[in-house]
């Protein structure tokens, strides 16, 4: 009896778990998993890429498609431009955002909004690598052939109430990142797709600047 109670909990875990994120397993080897992705992003000094985010609002049937182009430079310089249908233009540099829409501007400073902070940080750990040690998210890690999957379930009060998860998904060919899904408590989801990436090429600072 007991025998066939734990079967049972173990085949309604992997069922919910095929449910969730079809095609995906738990990953074989977790160890090679995390060391390979954090050199990998340790090596990577800059990223220069295309980018398509959906936006999937739970009142509305039809996705949002925007598009842009994105920049990554170490130490946590990141600029996000959007191009369609919109221009809209972020820019976070160190522990500054800069934000310009139409004509409207803003700055923040991420040591005076948390939420601010605890986004920034996830942006950057995500590229750096660094996300799989970070205390204030529960981790899990799926695999399919072609991409590996991290899902991040935050603890920390800012993004909790926020987030429901984040999801990660990360080349098996070179162990960048090519896809974020962001889960929404309020039941949107956002997904930013990487396309046409280039690492390690040079950037100028001056794309990252907050005047």
Not at 35 to 40: K, P, V
Not at 60 to 77: A, C, D, M, V
Request: with cysteine; glycine share 4%; hydrophobic share 35%.
């Amino acid at each position: 009896m007991l025998k066939l109670r734990l079967l049972i909990v173990y085949l309604c875990g992997v069922v919910t778990m095929q449910a969730q994120y079809p095609g995906f397993k738990s990953v074989n080897d977790l160890g090679r998993f995390k060391q390979l992705f954090t050199s990998t992003a340790e090596n990577t000094q800059t990223i220069k890429s295309d980018f398509v985010q959906e936006k999937e609002l739970s009142m509305l049937s039809e996705k949002i498609t925007s598009k842009g182009r994105f920049w990554f430079k170490k130490n946590n310089k990141v600029r996000m431009e959007y191009t369609e249908p919109f221009q809209y233009l972020m820019i976070i540099n160190q522990n500054n955002i800069y934000v310009k829409d139409g004509q409207k501007e803003s700055r923040i400073s991420t040591r005076s909004n948390k939420l601010f902070q605890q986004i920034n940080a996830i942006t950057v750990d995500c590229i750096q690598g660094t996300v799989l040690n970070n205390p204030e998210y529960k981790i899990k890690v799926f695999e399919n052939n072609q991409s590996f999957l991290i899902e991040l379930s935050p603890s920390a009060k800012a993004l909790k109430e926020f987030f429901k998860n984040i999801n990660i998904f990360v080349s098996k060919k070179d162990y960048s990142v090519n896809k974020l899904e962001l889960h929404e408590q309020s039941g949107d989801k956002t997904i930013i797709s990487y396309l046409n990436k280039e690492l390690n090429t040079t950037l100028p600072d001056a794309l990252f600047s907050i005047k």
